[in-house]
């Protein structure tokens, strides 16, 4: 598809969803699901891991961050170390200039406001203060605050990346002129909070494998009856379902944004 088509759809106006939100989570789940178990980390872990994952794969940031606690055992330790020693440890994870003096910095910001790098009171504060407080630490915005909310504690945080703002959008689940730090509070609003976290993992699933952000396979989309923007990409020839593209009934799904069996250590 040209580039100026996709700009087109992405940014031009937007039907109404012909498709409830809820409908669509109880599909893509239906069809993505289940999920693999992953471990969760506590909530510490889980923002060490939240910034190593940024702008880089899964499987990136979880080498990184497993070489990280190989390196020094313990968060205290991390804190403790010379961005220098950080930025070793973290580098074949991606952006490791940039990321080891963020982590030494929210390490210790932590440790300043809170005495501990126990944050678990997270999980008894109301969902906006407890968003709000990890906001206030360095290069957590809300995607990463609600990442660390949802996959560490269980709580209904939305945390919009790119595929599912993508994903959202071409279903008009969300206006054209919504940004994304404004769709963490519209979808927030929209998803029953049982519901938030398999909206996340097939949303983002189904991003990363199907609706994607160049071609599209929306012959294969589970979820193309309820697309406003169904018909535009079709029009401009979408990629078609590969051969045998279809996932094999029964089998789990990666869990996004997790660490493989076997590579926690806390």
Known sequence: MPSDS???VERGPRANSQIKVED???VLSGHYGPFEDAPR???????????????????N???AFRLLMDRFGTLEAVAAAGTADIETAISPGGLARVKAPRIRQVLNLVLQLNGSLDLSFLREMPLDDAKAWLRQLPGIGPKSAGIILSFSLGRPAMAIDAHIYRVCRRLGL????????????VLE???APEQVFPFHVSFITHGRQVCKAHRPRCLECVVAHGCPSRDQFIDDGPEAAPPGGSRQRGAKSPMPHSLATGEVKT
């Open 6 to 8: 996709i700009a087109a």
């Open 24 to 26: 669509a989570i109880s």
């Open 41 to 59: 980390l506590d909530p510490a872990h889980e923002v060490v891991l939240t910034i190593l994952s940024q702008h880089t794969s899964d499987t």
């Open 61 to 63: 940031s979880a080498r």
């Open 174 to 185: 969300i206006g054209p002129k919504v940004n994304t730090e404004k769709a963490h509070e």
């Open 189 to 191: 609003a929209a998803v």
